[in-house]
């Protein structure tokens, strides 16, 4: 037992001694905050944090860095050796961080008061900014990246608001002069042709959109995109589909990008136009070989979107349909059809044929009425009486002298 005790008195001895060296030194060392800590806005949503070593400490044989702590809108913790650091994140909220010294000295690190600042959240009033912002971006043939972005008023911004919008990338800033309209006419989406986003770069996208009313004061909204998660993908290229024996074969090359082959997956869509059966299926390679149906037609279609590993985007439009295959039911089908319109015909005929055989035909068509003569007659009265005369032969008269007076005026006209 005393043993132990004399042990114990040992060991806190030995403890004693090794630290009363270090604590007056310690006890000397002071570590002051930061002084002159600012915040400034320096374009569309960064902020640019400042501040300066406190005069009144002492950097002699010590090692001195800066703890910067971001409590909103994102929070975040760092430290650096820099009076300064740039943060780009939105401000539509308002901005809120402190700072304070970090001191090595003799392997003891020792740390000063933090030092608080603010920046106030953007002017204007409640749920007027606008809502669902969407943004979407498009690697072109050419090499550009388009930008299209759509969004919503806010509920209550009054009914004459005006939104305008303005993208920044890296230190590019440019107004929108494409927008689309809503039903009341005000600016509810816009599109860039081309921009000046650098698709083999990850910077942030800053979205900015604020707006005015005479009724209100419209508040600033602004958010951050990364372009490649936004990046609508284009479709597969040059698909080709063929049939060897009872199996169906399909190649293409991948879309119109920067990224490797590699970082591509696609879906593979077969409809049975004979069963009605679908299938969508996951595929990584550009090359697929599936046992299929010979006595079906299939169509099909593709579409491609990057692997997660490689920064997943958004899946493209489906390519355009192709079909495949023959479909033994269609072809019966045209069969029935092509007999049908034949029997139809011959109906219609043999219907026309009785008509006109009953006179039914001279009814539902009555004959063209022969045109009026509009050319004078050279003899009106002579030929009068000459018809005259011909009708009272026909009916037999019997007196001799009319018979030859007729005659004889028969002679003078011919």
């Given amino acids: 037992m005393k043993a132990s005790r004399m042990q114990v008195c040992l060991i806190l001895l030995w403890t004693t001694h090794s630290v009363q060296p270090n604590t007056p030194q310690a006890a000397r060392v002071q570590v002051f905050p930061p002084v002159n800590f600012t915040l ?67 392997d003891l690190q020792m740390r000063s008061e933090w030092v608080q600042e603010n920046l106030p959240p953007l002017p204007g009033a409640p749920e007027t900014s606008i809502t669902n912002l969407s943004c979407v971006t498009h690697l072109t043939i050419s090499g550009t990246v388009s930008l ?17 919008l303005f993208y920044r990338y890296k230190n590019h800033t ?36 604020n707006g005015s009313s ?70 990584s390679s550009n090359k697929f070989r599936l046992r299929i149906d ?48 034949v029997s139809t015909s011959c109906t219609f005929l043999l219907v026309a044929l009785i008509c006109k055989i009953n006179r039914v035909w001279s009814k539902l068509f009555p004959p063209i009425p022969t045109p009026s003569n509009k050319f004078p007659d050279p003899f009106p009265v002579d030929y009068e009486r000459a018809r005259t005369c011909t009708s009272d032969t026909e009916t037999e008269f019997s007196s001799l002298a009319e018979d030859l007076y007729c005659r004889a005026l028969d002679d003078s006209v011919f």
């Fill in 294 to 341: 010979v006595t079906s037609r299939y169509s099909i279609q593709i579409r491609a979107n990057h692997h997660t590993w490689c920064m997943r985007g958004l899946w493209s439009d489906w390519s355009e349909v192709i079909y495949v295959g023959q479909n033994k039911l269609e072809n019966s089908v045209a069969w029935i059809l092509a007999v049908l319109c």
């Fill in 174 to 209: 440019e107004e929108c002069h494409r927008y689309a309209k809503d039903k009341w006419d005000r600016n509810s989406g816009c599109s860039f042709p081309g921009t000046h986003i650098d698709p083999q770069e990850a910077d942030d996208l800053v979205i900015h959109i």
């Fill in 148 to 164: 299209h972005c759509s969004w919503l008023p806010g509920p209550g911004a009054p009914q004459d608001t005006e939104y305008f």
């Fill in 40 to 106: 400034t806005v320096s374009a569309l949503a960064q902020v640019l944090l400042h501040w300066e070593p406190n005069p009144a400490q002492d950097q002699k044989n010590d090692t001195i860095r800066y703890e910067v702590k971001i409590l909103s809108p994102v929070p975040e913790e760092y430290d650096t050796r820099k009076t300064h650091s740039v943060r780009t994140v939105a401000l539509h909220d308002g901005f809120s961080a402190h700072v304070r010294t970090l001191l090595l000295h003799n």
């Fill in 214 to 283: 005479k009724s209100a004061a419209i508040k600033t909204f602004q958010q951050l995109f990364n372009p490649n998660a936004i990046e609508k993908v284009n479709v597969p290229r040059n698909i080709t589909v063929s049939l060897e024996e009872n199996h169906l074969l399909a190649t293409w090359e991948k879309p119109i990008s920067l990224f490797h082959e590699e970082c591509f997956e696609y879906e593979f869509y077969l409809f049975n136009l004979k069963s009605g059966n679908k299938q969508i299926l996951k595929l």
